[in-house]
């Protein structure tokens, strides 16, 4: 796969979550898709699914700006900005009507024009304190 054609797969993985307000859209991910976020167990495509369900369950205004995007072969780092106002309950929190804004940033591989596994963090911590359950 040409380094432009995986160069758009970045943006448009999580330009699609946002469309479809939950985890990431199944043509993009291979058949044996898998992500590592940090101080998350690893998740395949439905696990994605479920966790994506509910974080814009508690944030239903959730987007991803992207801020970076860098592309080396089959290597794709996307760094984002999350930003969403938590109107819903998140992960046993109840809604606080607080907005959030979260870094992140992921390494992709690319397999054959589809996203094969992600290695990613995102500043937990941070959305906890701006949430203000956490000091």
Known sequence: MA???NKAIGPRFFMEQDRLRGGPARELCAPDYIIYLA???????????????????GF???YHAI?????EGDKVV??????????????GIPSTNKPVTVGAIVIM???????AEI?????????????????
């Not at 996307?78 to 992960?91: I, K, P, S």
């Not at 591989?109 to 996203?115: F, I, K, P």
């Open 60 to 62: 239903p205004d959730l």
């Open 119 to 135: 290695r990613g963090e995102f500043d937990q911590m941070g959305m906890l304190r701006q949430l203000g359950v956490m000091d």
């Open 78 to 91: 996307v760094r984002f900005t999350l930003r969403g106002t938590q109107t819903g309950a998140f992960m």
């Open 39 to 57: 101080g998350i167990p690893p998740m395949d495509y439905e696990g994605h699914q479920q966790f994506g369900r509910a974080f814009y369950g």
């Open 3 to 5: 380094t432009t054609d």
């Open 67 to 71: 801020d970076d995007l860098i592309v």
């Open 109 to 115: 591989r690319v397999v054959g024009g589809q996203v």
